[in-house]
């Protein structure tokens, strides 16, 4: 499967951004899907995850409460609703593609991801 993200940019703080991942040469919905983050420096991080048919969903708590992962698999795309953005959360975003494992947090348990989209938050 190959995973083109969108939706990344700049904006203050207090804002709003929706992440989006596309999926083509397989359907989405044979993997659980992940956003992880690696901002300037920083190891690569995991944000949200959410299972195949979507019932369940995992967070890291410095985003709980502020970004709501989704899918819709009719469309093949992965959502990241990211609200009250914090300059903190300034990073590269990459959507990622499971087979096995839902709501992992280890980078090696995703087997395709997607090329990454910059989000910048101003203070």
């Known amino acids: 499967v190959q995973l083109q993200a969108s939706g990344g940019g700049l904006v203050q703080a207090g804002g709003s951004l929706r992440l989006s991942c596309a999926a083509s040469?397989?359907?989405?919905?044979?993997?659980?899907m992940a956003w992880f983050r690696q901002a300037l420096g920083q190891e690569r991080e995991f944000v949200a995850g959410?299972?195949?048919?979507?019932?369940?969903?995992y967070y890291i708590d410095s985003v709980k409460g502020r970004f709501t992962i989704s899918r819709v698999n009719a469309e093949n795309t992965v959502y990241l609703q990211m609200n009250s953005l914090k300059p903190e959360d300034t990073a590269v975003y990459y959507c990622?593609?499971?087979?096995?494992?839902?709501?992992?947090?280890?980078?090696?348990?995703?087997?395709?991801w997607g090329q990454g989209t910059l989000v910048t938050v101003s203070s």
């Open positions: 990622a593609a499971s087979t096995y494992y839902s709501g992992s947090r280890l980078n090696f348990d995703y087997e395709y």
């Open positions: 040469g397989r359907t989405l919905s044979s993997y659980a």
């Open positions: 959410i299972s195949w048919n979507g019932s369940m969903k």
